[in-house]
């Protein structure tokens, strides 16, 4: 397996005030998989994505992801990770308001000794156009293309997705999928997305459901929907 | 490998805040310039006035005759090893009232450096001293009129004398006078024409070989003085070491550096804070980028380099500019302020190694280790936390509890306050500094003119003589003819002025202790039941005037140490008490202690204490008159040379004042554009607006103003103190009138009265949209 996730454990606070969040989570996926994680508010899946990540620590478990203990690592070795293995793309897009959009995307090249050419992903992202604009020249769809460029220009094994389409409209979020899923077919990255739209997930290769802080089930689509074809 | 694209955030950075970057890097510059204009100038007028003893051949020493001295006695001058060179001149009293001592062109020694003209060539013309010229608005081509001759003369040009660099009319003087007081040069054809009585008989020596150091100087000096007197009668010997006219300047100058450098430093950490101030609000602005950067697997050390960049790309320039600026205008002010005090040959831009690295490091210093420190605790939390806009490291334990009696607005007010605190904070140091600055500024008349007020009531008597015996009258190889030169001094001494009351006198020296000046202490011998001292002595016990007490910080009870000048005799003294006199720094006793302590003989008397003027003793006898006259030549001198430096000192500080509060507020503001936004959407009016986040500001600037004053006065008192134990001979007390803080208040506040208007306008420009953004 390239990435297994092991009795994966994670609480807040102390005493009473004391809330487990994740409790023993188990998950395992292949290279180049796209999964989508469900769940109600509180259920952890946030928090899994952010442990996955190396932004957040597990208080128990275990991370392998291509051979790579993660639980272990110092936070020096943990940006060392981000840098090497992990693209991040978030609801909220964080560009950086006075770089242009090919400079944002610039800043997740400089991360990688091998980043994709810039201006092929922004042809690929739709961007090319819009190259030289900063970030509020840009609409919703267009700050998050761009957020997904800056994510996927290292090239990395692991695309991370916290809810990416839940600031945005209908038409605009079917867009979004479409890159992400062309992303996934092009460059073959992993893709752990949290959602709470159930329509994505027939687009995934892995349906994880969690609710309580544990996998209530782990589903895998035999037919993979394009995003064109989902509906909500 | 990509170039980190981060970089190309810092021109747009700088463009998109120009204004806050602008008014920082003006300071900084500002600060730089003046520091290194100051350091510039003093090293290079330190190098000139240095060189300039052997470039205008400096004597080693005068001493004067009572007449001519013949062929034969030059001869046997020359024949102790030294060169002699006539240097006669007459004091004449010009028409405009001040006094002027006129020599012959000089060829041989304390050359004449012509600043601009030239030197006489006519009879008619006249060259004076350059100083002198500046400070009664005299220049080439004007004419000076001696009052008792109506003679009139032409300035053909300016100079400067290397013997006069500083303008003691007398050496014993307390301070020299550069107003009332010069000294010029005209033809030799010219000076023949002066009436030969009224001329000082004056000669200048060099050594063959001159003399390693001070103490070889010393001994030489006694060994050429005794056998002076062997050769020709004496009524004056000035060795150069002693001569206050050539070496107090150069005992002056160098003396700032110290306190140019605190102030650099200071002024530098100030900004610096600034700095963090306001790149921690930028991080606060962007902290969901942050998150996201190092979500990606940005370092922490990256993301603060970067955000050190522009800090250190500003604080770099500014010293760059800072330092040229320093180099050429600022060098001329500083110079300027020197030639203001010290009649200084021209001089050469000396290149300082030390002054450039001293205003470069300690602005890059002050920064990097202030913002370093600020960025590496700001940044030190998870990319989650960065991700979630969470900047405390724990949880906040809860909004401060306000009671609800409050009115709403004072809340709202007060929450303004801690949501800011460390704004305000900044903002409070900043305003104690900039007011210590313009307190500094605005002190320095109002305490000479109180000094100048209270003189007269300070003064022990209307007027002071201190004798002196004629230089030569004792020779131990010649005892009868002392012994006869002592009774006709006696004699010659005696006054039938009723009002007149002895005193003896002797002179020591404090103990050298670091970094003060050794100074002289003048031991007066009081007369039993004396109508001009309210003391009476028991025995051996000693009163020291209250300029000595709180020069030295001395009071009843305390022990304390002088010295002879030149030799290794020590004495101790405890303080009996301490007697309101101001005019000098002097011990008093009675007079038979002091004369049986320094061996005096029981009926010496070294001078007069007299309420009207002593008019039957020689002017020959008279080495020192204190007067209302001379005690104000110390303040008038200060006035002149430091009141300019004053005008500097202000000007800063207002700057310093405009800039901190303009920066402070402003990322105050901007913090909360969002939250002023939302509040107009709500209906709050721009003028409610300004009455919240305004009105915060201006009661905390008005507060830190006000509350500040008792530990700036505290702080003044420390450093004014310092300034004058280090920097002066004597003492001036540190009074402050109450229009000084009138003037300052109002100074500081009507500087802040424009900054408001401003606050205000950036308050009515924020936009109702600013609320609902969600883009970065």
């Given at each position: 397996?390239?990435?297994?996730?092991?009795?994966?454990?994670?609480?807040?606070?102390?005493?009473?005030?004391?809330?487990?969040?994740?409790?023993?989570?188990?998950?395992?996926?292949?290279?180049?998989?796209?999964?989508?994680?469900?769940?109600?508010?509180?259920?952890?899946?946030s928090t899994l994505l952010n442990i996955l990540g190396g932004i957040d620590t597990a208080d128990e478990g275990e991370i392998r992801i291509g051979g790579l203990s993660?639980?272990?690592?110092?936070?020096?070795?943990?940006?060392?990770?981000?840098?090497?293995?992990?693209?991040?793309?978030?609801?909220?897009?964080?560009?950086?308001?006075?770089?242009?959009?090919?400079?944002?995307?610039?800043?997740?090249?400089?991360?990688?000794?091998?980043?994709?050419?810039?201006?092929?992903?922004?042809?690929?992202?739709?961007?090319?156009?819009?190259?030289?604009?900063?970030?509020?020249?840009?609409?919703?769809?267009?700050?998050?293309?761009?957020?997904?460029?800056?994510?996927?220009?290292?090239?990395?094994?692991?695309?991370?997705?916290?809810?990416?389409?839940?600031?945005?409209?209908?038409?605009?979020?079917?867009?979004?999928?479409?890159?992400?899923?062309?992303?996934?077919?092009?460059?073959?990255?992993?893709?752990?997305?949290?959602?709470?739209?159930?329509?994505?997930?027939?687009?995934?290769?892995?349906?994880?459901?969690?609710?309580?802080?544990?996998?209530?089930?782990?589903?895998?689509?035999?037919?993979?929907?394009?995003?064109?074809?989902?509906?909500? | 490998?990509?170039?980190?694209?981060?970089?190309?955030?810092?021109?747009?950075?700088?463009?998109?805040?120009?204004?806050?970057?602008?008014?920082?890097?003006?300071?900084?510059?500002?600060?730089?310039?003046?520091?290194?204009?100051?350091?510039?100038?003093?090293?290079?007028?330190?190098?000139?006035?240095?060189?300039?003893?052997?470039?205008?051949?400096?004597?080693?020493?005068?001493?004067?005759?009572?007449?001519?001295?013949?062929?034969?006695?030059?001869?046997?001058?020359?024949?102790?090893?030294?060169?002699?060179?006539?240097?006669?001149?007459?004091?004449?009293?010009?028409?405009?009232?001040?006094?002027?001592?006129?020599?012959?062109?000089?060829?041989?020694?304390?050359?004449?450096?012509?600043?601009?003209?030239?030197?006489?060539?006519?009879?008619?013309?006249?060259?004076?001293?350059?100083?002198?010229?500046?400070?009664?608005?005299?220049?080439?081509?004007?004419?000076?009129?001696?009052?008792?001759?109506?003679?009139?003369?032409?300035?053909?040009?300016?100079?400067?004398?290397?013997?006069?660099?500083?303008?003691?009319?007398?050496?014993?003087?307390?301070?020299?006078?550069?107003?009332?007081?010069?000294?010029?040069?005209?033809?030799?054809?010219?000076?023949?024409?002066?009436?030969?009585?009224?001329?000082?008989?004056?000669?200048?020596?060099?050594?063959?070989?001159?003399?390693?150091?001070?103490?070889?100087?010393?001994?030489?000096?006694?060994?050429?003085?005794?056998?002076?007197?062997?050769?020709?009668?004496?009524?004056?010997?000035?060795?150069?070491?002693?001569?206050?006219?050539?070496?107090?300047?150069?005992?002056?100058?160098?003396?700032?550096?110290?306190?140019?450098?605190?102030?650099?430093?200071?002024?530098?950490?100030?900004?610096?804070?600034?700095?963090?101030?306001?790149?921690?609000?930028?991080?606060?602005?962007?902290?969901?980028?942050?998150?996201?950067?190092?979500?990606?697997?940005?370092?922490?050390?990256?993301?603060?380099?970067?955000?050190?960049?522009?800090?250190?790309?500003?604080?770099?320039?500014?010293?760059?500019v800072g330092n040229i600026l320093g180099y050429t205008v600022m060098k001329n002010v500083n110079a300027n302020l020197y030639y203001s005090s010290y009649s200084l040959?021209?001089?050469?831009?000396?290149?300082?190694?030390?002054?450039?690295?001293?205003?470069?490091?300690?602005?890059?210093?002050?920064?990097?280790?202030?913002?370093?420190?600020?960025?590496?605790?700001?940044?030190?939390?998870?990319?989650?936390?960065?991700?979630?806009?969470?900047?405390?490291?724990?949880?906040?334990?809860?909004?401060?509890?306000?009671?609800?009696?409050?009115?709403?607005?004072?809340?709202?007010?007060?929450?303004?306050?801690?949501?800011?605190?460390?704004?305000?904070?900044?903002?409070?140091?900043?305003?104690?500094?900039?007011?210590?600055?313009?307190?500094?500024?605005?002190?320095?008349?109002?305490?000479?003119?109180?000094?100048?007020?209270?003189?007269?009531?300070?003064?022990?008597?209307?007027?002071?003589?201190?004798?002196?015996?004629?230089?030569?009258?004792?020779?131990?190889?010649?005892?009868?003819?002392?012994?006869?030169?002592?009774?006709?001094?006696?004699?010659?001494?005696?006054?039938?002025?009723?009002?007149?009351?002895?005193?003896?006198?002797?002179?020591?020296?404090?103990?050298?202790?670091?970094?003060?000046?050794?100074?002289?202490?003048?031991?007066?011998?009081?007369?039993?039941?004396?109508?001009?001292?309210?003391?009476?002595?028991?025995?051996?016990?000693?009163?020291?005037?209250?300029?000595?007490?709180?020069?030295?910080?001395?009071?009843?009870?305390?022990?304390?140490?002088?010295?002879?000048?030149?030799?290794?005799?020590?004495?101790?003294?405890?303080?009996?008490?301490?007697?309101?006199?101001?005019?000098?720094?002097?011990?008093?006793?009675?007079?038979?202690?002091?004369?049986?302590?320094?061996?005096?003989?029981?009926?010496?008397?070294?001078?007069?204490?007299?309420?009207?003027?002593?008019?039957?003793?020689?002017?020959?006898?008279?080495?020192?008159?204190?007067?209302?006259?001379?005690?104000?030549?110390?303040?008038?001198?200060?006035?002149?040379?430091?009141?300019?430096?004053?005008?500097?000192?202000?000007?800063?500080?207002?700057?310093?004042?405009?800039?901190?509060?303009?920066?402070?507020?402003?990322?105050?503001?901007?913090?909360?554009?969002?939250?002023?936004?939302?509040?107009?959407?709500?209906?709050?009016?721009?003028?409610?607006?300004?009455?919240?986040?305004?009105?915060?500001?201006?009661?905390?600037?008005?507060?830190?103003?006000?509350?500040?004053?008792?530990?700036?006065?505290?702080?003044?008192?420390?450093?004014?103190?310092?300034?004058?134990?280090?920097?002066?001979?004597?003492?001036?007390?540190?009074?402050?009138?109450?229009?000084?803080?009138?003037?300052?208040?109002?100074?500081?506040?009507?500087?802040?009265?424009?900054?408001?208007?401003?606050?205000?306008?950036?308050?009515?420009?924020?936009?109702?949209?600013?609320?609902?953004?969600?883009?970065?």
């Amino acid at each position: 397996m390239f990435l297994e996730m092991q009795n994966i454990r994670k609480s807040y606070g102390e005493g009473e005030s004391r809330v487990e969040v994740l409790r023993g989570v188990e998950l395992s996926l292949e290279k180049g998989q796209f999964a989508v994680l469900f769940g109600p508010s509180g259920s952890g899946k946030s928090t899994l994505l952010n442990i996955l990540g190396g932004i957040d620590t597990a208080d128990e478990g275990e991370i392998r992801i291509g051979g790579l203990s993660v639980g272990g690592l110092n936070e020096k070795e943990l940006s060392a990770y981000r840098r090497d293995h992990l693209g991040y793309v978030f609801q909220m897009y964080n560009l950086i308001p006075n770089l242009t959009v090919r400079e944002n995307i610039e800043v997740g090249a400089y991360l990688s000794r091998k980043p994709l050419h810039v201006d092929e992903l922004l042809e690929t992202l739709g961007l090319s156009k819009h190259a030289n604009k900063v970030p509020n020249q840009l609409s919703g769809g267009q700050q998050q293309r761009c957020s997904i460029g800056r994510a996927i220009v290292k090239n990395p094994d692991i695309l991370l997705c916290d809810e990416p389409t839940g600031a945005l409209d209908y038409n605009t979020s079917r867009e979004i999928l479409a890159l992400i899923e062309k992303v996934n077919r092009v460059y073959g990255n992993t893709i752990v997305m949290v959602t709470h739209n159930e329509a994505i997930g027939q687009m995934a290769d892995v349906v994880v459901r969690l609710r309580d802080g544990k996998v209530r089930s782990r589903k895998e689509n035999e037919v993979r929907l394009s995003a064109e074809e989902l509906e909500w | 490998m990509v170039k980190n694209p981060l970089r190309k955030r810092y021109l747009r950075e700088l463009k998109s805040d120009f204004g806050k970057y602008l008014v920082i890097f003006l300071l900084m510059a500002l600060s730089i310039a003046e520091i290194s204009g100051f350091l510039v100038a003093d090293i290079s007028m330190v190098a000139a006035y240095n060189e300039s003893f052997e470039k205008y051949r400096i004597e080693d020493g005068h001493f004067s005759t009572e007449k001519r001295m013949s062929a034969r006695q030059e001869e046997a001058v020359r024949a102790l090893g030294t060169a002699v060179y006539e240097l006669f001149y007459t004091d004449r009293r010009l028409t405009n009232g001040s006094k002027l001592r006129i020599f012959r062109n000089r060829s041989e020694v304390n050359l004449a450096c012509v600043m601009s003209g030239r030197l006489p060539e006519s009879g008619s013309e006249i060259a004076i001293d350059r100083m002198y010229a500046d400070n009664n608005g005299l220049k080439a081509g004007d004419t000076l009129t001696i009052e008792a001759t109506g003679e009139s003369f032409v300035i053909s040009g300016l100079v400067a004398l290397g013997d006069y660099s500083a303008m003691f009319e007398n050496n014993s003087d307390m301070m020299f006078d550069a107003k009332n007081f010069g000294v010029a040069v005209v033809t030799e054809e010219c000076f023949r024409e002066f009436d030969s009585d009224l001329l000082t008989c004056c000669y200048a020596w060099k050594y063959q070989t001159p003399p390693a150091n001070e103490k070889e100087e010393n001994a030489r000096s006694e060994e050429f003085s005794k056998a002076l007197h062997g050769i020709v009668s004496l009524t004056d010997y000035n060795p150069r070491y002693q001569n206050q006219a050539i070496r107090f300047t150069g005992k002056d100058m160098g003396g700032d550096r110290a306190m140019m450098t605190i102030f650099l430093v200071a002024v530098n950490v100030i900004i610096a804070f600034v700095f963090a101030v306001t790149v921690s609000s930028t991080i606060t602005k962007e902290s969901a980028v942050i998150g996201t950067l190092r979500a990606t697997g940005y370092t922490r050390g990256e993301l603060v380099r970067h955000y050190m960049a522009v800090p250190v790309m500003v604080t770099l320039f500014a010293a760059l500019v800072g330092n040229i600026l320093g180099y050429t205008v600022m060098k001329n002010v500083n110079a300027n302020l020197y030639y203001s005090s010290y009649s200084l040959p021209t001089y050469e831009t000396r290149w300082s190694t030390e002054a450039l690295i001293e205003t470069t490091l300690i602005p890059i210093a002050s920064m990097l280790v202030i913002n370093i420190s600020m960025l590496t605790w700001k940044l030190r939390l998870s990319p989650l936390k960065f991700l979630r806009r969470d900047l405390k490291k724990h949880r906040s334990r809860g909004a401060v509890r306000l009671s609800t009696k409050l009115p709403f607005f004072t809340r709202f007010r007060l929450r303004i306050v801690f949501q800011n605190l460390s704004s305000y904070i900044l903002l409070a140091f900043g305003i104690l500094f900039a007011n210590f600055l313009l307190l500094f500024g605005l002190m320095f008349p109002s305490v000479l003119k109180n000094y100048m007020e209270a003189l007269p009531d300070n003064m022990i008597s209307a007027h002071q003589y201190i004798l002196k015996l004629p230089e030569g009258a004792v020779n131990e190889e010649h005892r009868l003819e002392s012994l006869l030169q002592m009774m006709l001094f006696r004699k010659a001494v005696e006054t039938e002025n009723e009002t007149a009351e002895k005193f003896s006198a002797w002179t020591l020296d404090t103990v050298t202790e670091r970094g003060m000046k050794d100074e002289e202490i003048l031991l007066y011998g009081i007369t039993e039941n004396s109508r001009y001292v309210d003391l009476s002595f028991t025995g051996d016990e000693v009163y020291i005037s209250q300029s000595l007490a709180e020069k030295r910080m001395l009071e009843a009870g305390d022990r304390f140490r002088l010295k002879e000048k030149y030799d290794e005799a020590e004495y101790e003294f405890t303080v009996a008490g301490v007697y309101p006199y101001s005019g000098a720094l002097a011990v008093f006793m009675s007079r038979e202690a002091l004369n049986e302590r320094f061996d005096l003989g029981k009926d010496t008397f070294s001078g007069y204490f007299s309420d009207s003027e002593i008019t039957d003793i020689d002017e020959k006898y008279i080495g020192q008159r204190v007067d209302f006259e001379s005690l104000s030549k110390v303040s008038r001198q200060l006035d002149i040379s430091m009141g300019a430096m004053m005008k500097v000192v202000d000007v800063f500080a207002i700057v310093m004042y405009i800039v901190l509060i303009y920066l402070l507020s402003k990322t105050i503001i901007e913090k909360n554009a969002g939250a002023i936004s939302m509040s107009k959407i709500l209906g709050f009016t721009n003028r409610e607006l300004g009455k919240l986040y305004v009105l915060v500001t201006s009661i905390v600037v008005v507060v830190c103003m006000a509350g500040s004053i008792p530990l700036e006065v505290l702080l003044l008192t420390s450093v004014f103190r310092v300034v004058i134990r280090l920097r002066m001979s004597g003492w001036i007390p540190f009074i402050l009138s109450g229009d000084v803080y009138v003037k300052m208040l109002a100074l500081g506040l009507s500087s802040y009265a424009v900054l408001a208007v401003f606050e205000f306008l950036r308050i009515s420009r924020i936009p109702k949209t600013e609320a609902l953004k969600n883009v970065e």
